[in-house]
């Protein structure tokens, strides 16, 4: 899973080192799995380059299909997006990143857009933040000490201390603003989606461009009607198990270790920001079997925040 993750839209072609590099395995394990790949149908190789093939859309609509997100999200996002006619959006926490699992727009604007299965730093979204808001507090530790400051625009939000006050503001809240953070032009606003038992396992935003959004418009027309959505939506989980189950962060696992001795069972803690590199990968290969719609549409597409 981490060699099919390497690709995305600016590494749509690799050479073997570069999927080694990206993929955080050694050459030669690399190799191996791009061979699986290439056997599988899920690759292919053209001069001394990697390329994927239209058959790891097959991984993304499976999940679609056996979770049904289309079906259980669409007509809260199509009713957001009918009263402000922009865009609207489910994202869960994937590491350090936030992975749409539903988008919905009638924007036409040529910026940047979302989609489902894409991914961007959780730090820079109003999902984001509202996820990072809910996290236990060693959870929440554990994703600023793998924190990475990034400024993509001259607004952004990229110190550590500046950022953990945005985020008790937002848990004390309810609810995030994020604008100019991802990209110039993008404003949103979100709040957490609650399974039946009250654990927060998704966000829901309303985006737009902040050229003709306030915050304090954002606040006082759209947050009422997301906080409908999202108390709806904890009702529409009740009928879709096998989604809510997806969603629902990933609990203990055990990984294999290998040494000298051969292979070894070891159970590792995962938790939602990952507290090491073993953590990381293990949590991003997880939620690749979780939630493989990530797979198949990881990013010419950029999100909204």
Request: no cysteine; aromatic share 4%.
């Amino acid at each position: 899973m981490s060699v099919l993750q390497a690709f995305d839209g600016g590494h749509g072609e690799m050479a073997l080192v570069e999927v080694a590099r990206r993929s955080g395995l050694s050459p030669a394990t690399a190799r191996r799995s791009l061979h699986t790949l290439i056997e599988l149908g899920y690759a292919r190789v053209v001069g001394k380059r990697y390329v994927l093939t239209p058959n790891v859309l097959v991984l993304g609509s499976a999940y679609l299909r056996a979770s049904r997100a289309d079906e259980a999200f669409t007509p809260e996002l199509k009713r957001v997006v009918e009263r402000f006619g922009d865009a609207a959006s489910v994202s869960v926490l994937e590491g350090l990143n936030i992975l749409y699992v539903a988008h919905l727009s009638q924007q036409r604007m040529s910026r940047i857009t979302s989609g489902v299965g894409v991914t961007y730093p959780a730090q820079l979204t109003s999902m984001g933040r509202v996820l990072l808001a809910n996290l236990p507090s060693s959870r929440l530790d554990g994703f600023f000490a793998e924190f990475r400051a990034m400024k993509p625009t001259a607004r952004t939000i990229d110190d550590p201390n500046e950022l953990r006050a945005e985020i008790a503001r937002a848990r004390d809240s309810g609810y995030a603003v994020a604008i100019d953070q991802l990209d110039y032009g993008i404003a949103a606003i979100a709040v957490p989606i609650r399974d039946p038992q009250g654990d927060v396992v998704a966000a829901i935003n309303s985006s737009g461009y902040s050229g003709s959004l306030t915050r304090e418009a954002m606040i006082e027309e759209r947050l009422p009607e997301l906080r409908a959505s999202a108390a709806a939506l904890t009702q529409v989980l009740r009928r879709y198990p096998a989604l809510l189950h997806s969603l629902k962060p990933v609990s203990p696992q055990t990984s294999i270790a290998t040494g000298s001795e051969g292979a070894v069972l070891k159970t590792e803690p995962t938790t939602s920001a990952g507290s090491s590199p073993a953590s990381r990968r293990s949590v991003a290969k997880e939620a690749a079997s979780r939630s493989p719609a990530g797979i198949a549409a990881r990013a010419p597409n950029r999100l909204k925040a």
